[in-house]
């Protein structure tokens, strides 16, 4: 409901006009008695200070202020915060949804299947930085494809991020990253990927390493995508008012959503990597030897190996972002 109108403060009622004697020859004026003079003037003075609604709408018939203010306000419809007479304000544009609503109801988990990008794995031989930087750089635009067409199907914007190989350590608005393992950093939108694991997995086992990196590059995108939607600002939003160990199951949440994110990108273009024969039965393995058993020194942030496999295989298999709403989910399937 609208404001009532407010007259400027200056605004008075229009003086009542005093009639005129009716036609005919205009007589002499005679003197009034005192005790008539006295009467008017009491008149006057009422009609004047209580601003009777009969009387200043008859004589200001010809004037709009006169009949769109009433003499007195008229009862407000709506609660007052305060004891104050002050009007309700008008409506203001609908609230956004909270930090709640985002992570657990965002649009993206209304889509339904994600698009395939038809691409197949990259040439794979990451014995030099270039050649592994090569290898990151052919892959992102097929994941740009799947996930473009994902934000757009939920009406949400959508930016490419960066990729960078690394050695030894390099900085970043997130800081400085160590050749530990890879990371994605949402103030500058870039995956930040070691060198040196993987070539290490690579010199050990070729095939395996190719699991790693696919999974790993999937999971790293799948926090870019959080970062899109708004879910991976609401969530940290959201633990700031957490205990230590809810924080930890945030940080779980999160993570296993990245995890599965990727995993409905891997499920999309199973058949165009392929995802088959030996490279399957390697990324199967990986997933269900991942978590937070594994981790040196080990904290519980990312989730332990059950539930790591458990959220992998829901979004390889169902292929849709709504297979990876961990924030809704009992915290049993997020340990």
Known sequence: MGQPVQQAPTWQYP?????????????????????????????????????????????GAGDPQAKETPTTAPASESPSASPSASPSPSPSTPRGPTVDEVVKGSRLYTIGPVAASKCGEPPFAPVTVPAAQQYYNRLLPCLNRTWWLAMKKANLPFRNPKAVVYVGKVPSPCGIQRSVRAAYCGANETIYLPFAVDNRYYKSNPVYARAVMLNTFAHEYGHHVQKLTGILASSMARQKSMTPNQKLMESRRRELQATCLGAVYLGANAAFIPMNGVLLTNWKFLISHSGDDYARPRVHDHGNRVSNYQWSIAGYNNKKPDSCNTFTAADVRVN
């Open 15 to 59: 003086p009542i006009p005093i009639p005129q004697p009716p036609g005919g020859r205009r007589r002499r004026k005679k003197k009034l008695s005192r005790g008539i003079l006295i009467g008017l003037v009491v008149l006057a003075v009422l009609v004047l200070g209580s601003g009777i609604t009969l009387i200043v709408r008859t004589v």
